[in-house]
């Protein structure tokens, strides 16, 4: 089997690389990554073997080379920050939608799965636990980046192509090309760096989806080896967590300080989103946000 990987060398599509090469029945890992964030370490710490790299943007790369090659695509490339789509709201969906675009047109010309990498925070506020049972749930974006992911999962739904949805929660944990803009990772950082953790007030005692990335490669291994393509939709969380419990932990292991600040969010109230549905098709659940917090601290602080 080739997989294609757009966007391989970031936070997730390193851990996914370093694991899918060590798997007999992938023969090819093909990376599409234009390095906009300078991820360089995620390829350099990598086998070679297997690994084949266009330094491209998907927006510019000429796809039809790949024609009658690959068997699925992990479409990870994106611009990713939350936080900072508003202030380039326009330019985040701009970018993202036809990043998508260009790679859906691939994926029906060569007829393959897809597996698009979303996100939980497509939810955005809700009352309601968002489970299976619960498919009335309204879409109810807080961001920018909340609205491209919106957009582009209903590009992928109206091409009637082979696909999988993975909604994924905040990632936690480390990978050669982690990224410390997201909750746990960050105030691991901070933490460890002896800089105060910057908390959003709105968001302390509000519950929210974690993901470990140990489950999210997991995850995406396990739609690839059951071929779940079949215009597939799951929520892929390990747990949902209060900020404050998130800060409780880090203070086991480290004095702390805690800046409260604002944010442009305006989600307000807690969400939890269960992943019943990848656990019925026969997933399993491994990792733990503490124990990712703990393995982080014990690698960062000197
Ligand atoms: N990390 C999370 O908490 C999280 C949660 C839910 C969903 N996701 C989604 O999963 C995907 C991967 O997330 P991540 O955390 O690894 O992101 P990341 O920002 O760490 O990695 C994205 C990678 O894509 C590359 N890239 C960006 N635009 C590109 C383009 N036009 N052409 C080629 N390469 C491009 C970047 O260089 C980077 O290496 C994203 O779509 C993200 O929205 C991430």
Redesign the pocket.
């Known amino acids: 089997m080739k997989v294609l990987i ?9 851990a996914l690389i370093a694991d899918l090469i060590n798997n007999k029945k992938i023969k090819e890992i093909i990376v ?8 360089f370490n ?1 390829y350099i710490n990598l086998k070679k073997k297997k690994l084949t790299v266009f330094d ?4 510019n ?1 000429n796809f039809n080379k790949l024609n009658n090659i690959v068997d699925c695509v992990i ?7 939350a936080e900072k789509s508003f202030e380039q709201g326009a330019k985040v969906i701009r ?2 939608l036809n ?1 998508t675009r260009k790679v859906v047109e691939f994926v029906k010309k060569n007829n393959i799965g897809l597996i698009f ?5 497509v939810y955005g506020s809700q009352f309601k636990i968002i489970n299976s049972k619960n498919n009335l749930v309204c879409l109810n974006p807080q961001s920018p ?1 909340a609205n491209s ?1 919106i957009l582009e999962e209903e590009l992928i739904k109206s091409k009637l192509i082979k696909y999988c949805i993975m ?5 936690s944990g480390f990978s050669d ?1 982690i ?1 410390f803009h ?1 909750a746990v990772n960050k105030f691991c950082y901070q933490a460890a760096f002896n800089k105060p953790l910057s908390v959003w007030t709105k968001f302390y005692r509000k519950k929210r989806p974690y ?1 470990s990335l140990v489950d999210c490669v997991n995850s995406i291994h396990f739609v690839i080896k059951k071929k779940l393509f079949n215009q597939i939709l799951f929520d892929v969380v390990t747990e949902n967590l209060k900020v404050i419990e998130i800060v409780s932990e880090i203070k086991k292991y480290k004095k702390i300080k805690i800046n409260y600040v604002q944010t442009k969010m305006l989600n307000q109230f807690s969400y939890e989103v269960h992943s019943d549905k990848i656990i019925n098709y026969g997933f399993k659940f491994r990792g733990k946000i503490f124990k990712d917090i703990k393995y982080l601290l014990k690698n960062l602080i000197c």
Do not use: P, Q
């Not at 757009?6 to 390193?14: A, K, L, N, R, V």
């Not at 599409?32 to 991820?39: G, K, L, Q, S, V």
């Open positions: 757009t966007g391989g060398f970031g936070h997730i599509g390193s599409i990554d234009n390095f906009i964030t300078n991820r995620s491209e943007d998907i927006l790369f479409h990870l490339a994106a611009i990713t920050n970018y993202n990043g990498a979303s996100s939980t925070s980046y992911k909604r994924f929660g905040t990632i090309g990224r997201t993901l």
